[in-house]
């Protein structure tokens, strides 16, 4: 079981973050953590059962707004679950990230730290509507490392107005030579209900940059493990965005988090007052084998974990066969991966239409 914690609030809202997410609710951060615990004692004794928590992952909004104390009784309440050697991530903005803060909350028990630097151009993280600039990431990743945190992600956004090539190389030499094994980049989308929403001019829709940043991480050792994601060792990979794309169960806390279990997914409330007025009041939706099948095909060919061919009929094999004659796609142990994590919507639809 994976268990994924959600922290709304921000110091600034960026242009393109569709996330669920408050800069005007910072009064209500105690309140809110309370909440958490609530609906976190809830699911535990619901839907852990007997499991063990595998994974941890604090996401927003903004996780280092809030003080790492806060979370202490967050971590008292998981602690008994937790497998041995569990990872736990937290997301953390390089503005709030303070040493203080990164010191906390590896105290507690955090063990890798997500930066979501998406820039060290400034003139970019302005445009971007960021609240830090290009030192201030370089000294928050800076402090992680000598605090003792040996896993740290940077998170990079390209495909934005101005954007090049020469521009983005710059991004990955500095984490590179910054000694950080892994990254995640992310092509913008336009998100209904975000300031760059039907902007289109702020978007560079260039399938040929994408090939030629994936080159590029590739010669400086970042093996790209998912269309997104890039790391120098296994040892660095994200085990807890492995297990999404396994297809693994997992505890949604938080407002507009989202929980899976077996055949259904739940979602606590999306308004915060709400939320905290009643953690626990979730809506529910149902899925059919179909579904299921759908989003193992679509996870697993997006990554390298792959699809096992079990899951498939007759026509579809017949399919994966011609795609297999192609070279698009290729066999190991009963499961297919994909060459190609650009194409694999378009493959897995091939597949299943």
Same mark, same amino acid.
């Given at each position: ?9 921000? *110091? ?6 569709? +996330?669920?997410?408050?800069?005007? /609710?910072?009064?209500? !951060?105690? #309140? ?10 809830? =699911? ?5 059962? =007997? ?5 941890? +992952?604090?996401?927003? %909004?903004? @996780? ?15 602690? @008994?679950?937790?497998? &041995? ?12 990230? #303070? ?12 063990? /890798? ?8 151009? =400034? ?6 509507? /960021? ?16 605090? %003792? ?12 107005? %101005? ?13 590179? &030579?910054?000694?950080? *094994? ?22 560079? =829709?260039?399938? &040929?940059?994408?090939?030629? $940043? ?27 965005? +492995? ?15 989202? %929980?899976?279990? *077996?055949?259904?997914?739940?979602? @606590?409330? !999306? ?32 990554? #390298?974990?792959? #699809? ?5 009929? !007759?026509?579809?094999? &017949?399919?994966?066969?011609? $795609?297999?004659?192609?070279? !698009? ?5 009963? /499961? ?18």
């Amino acid at each position: 079981m994976l268990l994924y914690i959600h922290i709304p609030f921000c *110091d600034s809202k960026c242009f393109y973050c569709a +996330f669920n997410s408050y800069v005007d /609710r910072f009064h209500l !951060k105690q #309140t809110y953590m309370k909440a958490l615990e609530k609906q976190l004692l809830y =699911d535990i004794k619901h839907y852990l059962k =007997d499991k063990k928590i595998e994974t941890v +992952f604090i996401g927003g %909004g903004t @996780p280092s707004c809030v003080d790492y104390n806060e979370y202490k009784n967050i971590f008292k309440i998981i602690s @008994p679950y937790l497998k &041995e050697n569990c990872e736990i991530t937290s997301e953390a903005n390089p503005n709030s990230a #303070t040493k203080e803060w990164l010191s906390g909350m590896k105290d507690l028990g955090v063990n /890798r730290i997500s930066f979501g630097v998406q820039s060290f151009n =400034d003139k970019k993280l302005k445009y971007l509507n /960021r609240a830090h600039n290009s030192n201030s990431a370089i000294n928050a990743i800076q402090n992680a490392k000598c605090i %003792g945190f040996n896993s740290i992600n940077c998170d990079i956004i390209y495909g934005v107005q %101005g954007d090049s090539f020469e521009k983005l190389k710059l991004d990955f030499d500095i984490i590179n &030579e910054l000694n950080i *094994d892994h990254i995640s980049a992310y092509s913008l989308t336009l998100e209904e209900g975000t300031k760059f929403y039907n902007k289109s001019k702020v978007k560079i =829709d260039d399938e &040929e940059l994408s090939y030629e $940043l994936f080159n590029y991480l590739n010669n400086l050792g970042y093996k790209q493990y998912e269309i997104s994601n890039f790391s120098k060792s296994k040892t660095t990979q994200s085990n807890h965005n +492995f297990g999404y794309w396994e297809y693994k169960n997992y505890l949604g806390v938080g407002t507009g988090a989202v %929980g899976c279990i *077996d055949n259904f997914r739940y979602y @606590p409330n !999306k308004s915060i007052e709400k939320y905290i007025e009643n953690p626990i009041s979730y809506e529910k939706e149902y899925m059919d084998n179909l579904d299921i099948k759908t989003e193992k095909v679509l996870l697993g060919l997006r990554s #390298t974990v792959g #699809t096992d061919l079990n899951l498939f009929n !007759k026509k579809e094999l &017949e399919k994966i066969e011609i $795609l297999l004659n192609e070279n !698009k796609i290729f066999k190991k142990e009963n /499961r297919i991966y994909n060459y190609n994590f650009l194409l694999a919507d378009e493959i897995s639809l091939y597949i299943l239409d």
